[in-house]
């Protein structure tokens, strides 16, 4: 059965460091397309970063959002079966509940999605709360 888990989030200050995991059980995830997202209270969930999937020679390379992208960074650990989403620099308006979601696309080619709308199985999340 194809599940994905959040963890590692909590509260942290302003200024400070946080990195969550997703992890996969049921498939390899390191081999398909993950998306980031994450919705705060009264918001739309949005995309904090994605990361297409290996293919047979070819590693995938991670895209994030305007306000993500000098600060955050996603990282597969193959022995683990997870993916990292190093989070530096966190503000109060980081916070919310972080989400991964895979389209469950095997060798779907080089590209990831920045659109909720195109995954279909998700996690449950985990809180990031960002406040001194």
């Known amino acids: 059965q194809v599940q994905l888990v959040e963890s590692g989030g909590g509260l942290v200050q302003p200024g400070s460091s946080i990195t969550l995991t997703c992890s996969g059980s049921g498939f390899h995830l390191p081999y398909y397309r993950v998306g980031w997202f994450r919705q705060a209270p009264g918001k739309e969930r949005e995309a904090v970063g994605c990361?297409?999937?290996?293919?047979?020679?070819?590693?995938?390379?991670?895209l994030y959002s305007d306000s993500t992208k000098t600060r955050f960074t996603i990282a597969k650990d193959y022995t683990d079966n997870t993916l990292q989403l190093q989070m530096n620099f966190l503000s109060p308006e980081d916070t919310a509940v972080y989400y991964c979601?895979?389209?469950?696309?095997?060798?779907?080619?080089?590209?990831?999605?920045?659109?909720?709308?195109?995954?279909?199985?998700w996690g449950k999340g985990t809180q990031v709360t960002v406040s001194s």
């Open positions: 990361i297409d999937g290996d293919g047979r020679s070819y590693r995938g390379v991670p």
């Open positions: 979601a895979t389209d469950i696309v095997l060798n779907a080619g080089p590209g990831c999605y920045m659109n909720p709308q195109k995954y279909d199985r």
